[in-house]
Structures are given as structure tokens and as C-alpha cells.
């Protein structure tokens, strides 16, 4: 019996060994963004920082836990699936990848972590981060009130601050879209349009047309950190 046809499979396979183990793991290795205690949306992007010269020769996986890890509630592992895995330049031009979430995650706490893949191995990261995925939307507005200014064209919109979500929870707006309700007669439907947004309490719209409008009124409404809004048409 030939041995070629067996020596060359080893040779094949001492080969691709040797390749692997050219990749070198990264000497640091770190959660870089949700930044540590974060409240981020259903589906937010993971940027990790990679420390190392072979970046675009590794793999990542990110894992999350709500039980400091005794359980693993999501992994997102690039060997298994490379959908939305890409290799980045942090702002400081320090290299890193980048994981864009493509399924919504259930709100609560968890705290996460990053590991890389050599080909032959996985090598945990350094640190955990904690974060908030946040999928309640902050409470309705309350206390708009509106003055029209004659002599400028313009109303002046104010209201009270929203300090909770749908649940009654403490909540951080981030914003306030305002949204502008005009029609031209009293027969005709009110249509809103979004004139503007702010991080204030209050809003100057001096948009001269709608100033004209018979039928004029606003509602506000607040955007938390996550990104949440009040699930209705506008």
C-alpha cells in the first residue's frame, strides 16, 4: 500500500496547523462600546478593541448573561455566523470589530463580554461591561401649552419635563420631537409634520405658513436614551 496519498494529508494538515498558529491573539482584548453601565435600544451595535497586529485573521464572540455568566442569554460568535460581524477603526484609529445585532434583544440588565479565535482556540477578553437594554418608551408629555407671538410669526411650545417611562420607571429623554398639527379649513384632515426637535422644554416654530393656518395645534413627544418612542403614528 502507497503511503503518499497518507503522508500528503499529514502535510496538509501539519500545514494548516502551522498556518493557524501564524495568527497571533491579541495581548489586549475589551468591550469598547456600549460603554459600561449604557442604556442602548432592542438592537445595538457591539465594538470591540483589539490590541494585536493579526485583527482581520481573528474571530469574535459576545456573550451576554444576566447571572454573571453561571448562564449565557445571548452569543453572537462570527465563526459560527459572520452576518453583521465587521472589522472597524476605533475614533482613536485603534483597530476593533464591530457587531450590528440583528435580532432585537429582550429588555433588562446584563453584563457583557468578548472572546477571539485563532483557529485553534478561543482566549477570553479583559473586563466585562454592564449595560441596560431598554424597550419601554418614556411616559407622554404633559402640560404643552402654545403662544402665538403676532409680531414675529412664530409660537412659543413648552411643556413639563418627562422624568418616567410607559411603566412608571425613572427615565433619561434624550429629546423632544415636535409635531405640528395645520389644516387649511375646518373640512379639510389635520395632518402632523414633525417641525423640529430639541433637548429643551421648549420650542420656537416660525414656519410664517403654518402661522396662517385656521386649525393649529402640537404635540410633543419624548425620545429616551435607548431610542425609544411612544409606539403611535404621528
Given at each position: 500500500?502507497?503511503?503518499?496519498?497518507?503522508?500528503?494529508?499529514?502535510?496538509?494538515?501539519?500545514?494548516?496547523?502551522?498556518?493557524?498558529?501564524?495568527?497571533?491573539?491579541?495581548?489586549?482584548?475589551?468591550?469598547?462600546?456600549?460603554?459600561?453601565?449604557?442604556?442602548?435600544?432592542?438592537?445595538?451595535?457591539?465594538?470591540?478593541?483589539?490590541?494585536?497586529?493579526?485583527?482581520?485573521?481573528?474571530?469574535?464572540?459576545?456573550?451576554?448573561?444576566?447571572?454573571?455568566?453561571?448562564?449565557?442569554?445571548?452569543?453572537?460568535?462570527?465563526?459560527?455566523?459572520?452576518?453583521?460581524?465587521?472589522?472597524?477603526?476605533?475614533?482613536?484609529?485603534?483597530p476593533g470589530a464591530v457587531?450590528?445585532?440583528?435580532?432585537?434583544?429582550?429588555?433588562?440588565?446584563?453584563?457583557?463580554?468578548?472572546?477571539?479565535?485563532?483557529?485553534?482556540?478561543?482566549?477570553?477578553?479583559?473586563?466585562?461591561?454592564?449595560?441596560?437594554?431598554?424597550?419601554?418608551?418614556?411616559?407622554?408629555?404633559?402640560?404643552?401649552?402654545?403662544?402665538?407671538?403676532?409680531?414675529?410669526?412664530?409660537?412659543?411650545?413648552?411643556?413639563?419635563?418627562?422624568?418616567?417611562?410607559?411603566?412608571?420607571?425613572?427615565?433619561?429623554?434624550?429629546?423632544?420631537?415636535?409635531?405640528?398639527?395645520?389644516?387649511?379649513?375646518?373640512?379639510?384632515?389635520?395632518?402632523?409634520?414633525?417641525?423640529?426637535e430639541t433637548a429643551g422644554?421648549?420650542?420656537?416654530?416660525?414656519?410664517?405658513?403654518?402661522?396662517?393656518k385656521p386649525i393649529l395645534?402640537?404635540?410633543?413627544?419624548?425620545?429616551?436614551?435607548?431610542?425609544?418612542?411612544?409606539?403611535?403614528?404621528?
Amino acid at each position: 500500500m502507497s503511503l503518499r496519498p497518507v503522508f500528503a494529508a499529514a502535510l496538509g494538515v501539519a500545514l494548516a496547523t502551522s498556518a493557524a498558529r501564524a495568527v497571533s491573539q491579541p495581548t489586549r482584548l475589551l468591550p469598547e462600546s456600549p460603554k459600561d453601565h449604557a442604556s442602548v435600544g432592542k438592537k445595538p451595535r457591539f465594538t470591540i478593541r483589539v490590541d494585536g497586529s493579526d485583527v482581520e485573521q481573528l474571530r469574535f464572540r459576545i456573550e451576554l448573561s444576566k447571572d454573571q455568566f453561571k448562564t449565557v442569554a445571548y452569543a453572537f460568535d462570527q465563526v459560527k455566523d459572520g452576518n453583521g460581524w465587521a472589522y472597524t477603526a476605533l475614533e482613536d484609529q485603534s483597530p476593533g470589530a464591530v457587531y450590528f445585532t440583528r435580532q432585537p434583544i429582550e429588555g433588562g440588565d446584563y453584563e457583557w463580554r468578548v472572546a477571539s479565535w485563532d483557529g485553534l482556540g478561543w482566549q477570553d477578553g479583559h473586563g466585562i461591561s454592564r449595560i441596560q437594554i431598554d424597550d419601554v418608551p418614556p411616559a407622554d408629555v404633559d402640560q404643552v401649552r402654545m403662544r402665538r407671538e403676532p409680531n414675529r410669526s412664530c409660537v412659543q411650545i413648552s411643556w413639563a419635563p418627562v422624568a418616567t417611562d410607559i411603566q412608571g420607571r425613572a427615565e433619561r429623554v434624550a429629546r423632544y420631537h415636535v409635531y405640528r398639527y395645520a389644516a387649511k379649513g375646518h373640512t379639510q384632515p389635520i395632518r402632523p409634520f414633525e417641525a423640529g426637535e430639541t433637548a429643551g422644554l421648549d420650542y420656537e416654530d416660525c414656519d410664517a405658513e403654518a402661522f396662517k393656518k385656521p386649525i393649529l395645534f402640537y404635540r410633543i413627544v419624548a425620545e429616551d436614551e435607548a431610542g425609544n418612542i411612544p409606539g403611535r403614528r404621528y
